[in-house]
């Protein structure tokens, strides 16, 4: 008995030790990560099974989506950024439990859209999720677009809806420029015709966000597993417009990066917010939640702000 008591202390002991000092090597090991990170606030629903996908901003409130590592419903969360406050919101489709991979976010003139892998985009109105928290929200039917729906980005009138891709996640929006072939693409759409996209861009895999500044430098997040995330920052030089279409609409091939920034693993969806007369973007990490717990013992619990 004695023996298995100081053995299990060992282990804790040894634990700990590997616990703490990942803790200091992460920093220098994701240093230009670190470098021009602000920690905005809690990403909320951690520890209640709620695996945190998409993130945008509207009136003073960080809103989060994602899906529930329990059965229940799909959710979305809202943060006070003066309380701290926070809501949330299960989801039903058509009046049925809806329990979707709800992959982004985004709030654009007086709406709210959210990004379901597979099935499309859902447009709902904003003011529904400044109600009592733990109200239901019926998302109705989906609108149909051109990808898989992963993620989602807001910019003026338009909406940008991309897919994550990789071989266990395959697409097949097919697209070759200069010998390098993707497969997966961001579809920009006019935010009152979702019929046909006004332009496409060609992007590579396991992209899980995508975002443009206001000078026109596109930011990918991209992240898979437990292998560290990666920022690809594009520089407008860097964005090709092909002489080819995809669905009657310019084709857009991202060549190669501008900059990449490494950092820690499961970076999700993105969107720009202005802080300090800058364009700041915000992301969140599901590494934190009870389904995959890792990122607990990383302090991976807060909402991101990067300054590309």
Do not use: W
């Not at 008995?1 to 040894?14: A, D, G, Q, V």
């Not at 809806?98 to 709210?112: A, S, V």
């Not at 993707?182 to 979702?194: P, R």
Request: glycine share 8%; charged share 15%.
């Amino acid at each position: 008995m004695k023996i298995l008591k100081y053995l299990l202390l060992f282990i804790i002991c040894l634990f700990l030790f590997v616990v703490i000092g990942v803790n200091i090597l992460k920093y220098p090991y994701y240093h230009n990560y670190y470098s021009i990170l602000t920690k905005l606030g809690k990403n909320p629903g951690l520890n209640e099974g709620f695996v945190p996908q998409g993130i945008t901003f509207f009136n003073n409130h960080f809103i989060t989506t994602g899906y529930m590592g329990t059965k229940d419903n799909s959710r979305i969360y809202t943060i006070n950024c003066d309380s701290g406050k926070i809501s949330y919101f299960p989801l039903i489709c058509n009046g049925q439990d809806f329990k979707g991979h709800t992959g982004g976010i985004q709030y654009l003139n007086g709406k709210l859209y959210l990004a379901n892998e597979n099935t499309g985009i859902y447009e709902i109105d904003s003011s529904l999720v400044f109600q009592k928290s733990g109200t239901v929200i019926d998302i109705k039917s989906p609108i149909p677009v051109n990808n898989n729906s992963s993620f989602i980005f807001g910019k003026g009138d338009f909406l940008y809806v991309g897919e994550f891709c990789n071989k266990k996640y395959p697409c097949k929006n097919f697209i070759s420029y200069n010998k390098t072939k993707n497969s997966a693409i961001v579809s920009k759409y006019h935010i009152s015709d979702f019929s046909k996209p006004v332009e496409v861009f060609s992007v590579p895999n396991q992209v899980q966000g995508f975002g443009i500044k206001d000078d026109g430098t596109i930011v990918l997040s991209t992240s898979y597993s437990l292998n560290s995330s990666y920022f690809y920052i594009y520089a407008p030089e860097k964005i090709t417009k092909t002489n080819q279409t995809f669905d009657s609409a310019p084709v857009y091939f991202l060549t190669e990066p501008s900059k990449i920034i490494k950092a820690p693993a499961q970076s999700e969806d993105i969107d720009i917010i202005q802080k300090n007369g800058k364009e700041m973007f915000i992301t969140l990490f599901e590494s934190g939640c009870n389904k995959y717990i890792f990122g607990k013992f990383f302090f991976s619990n807060y909402i991101a702000g990067l300054e590309f």
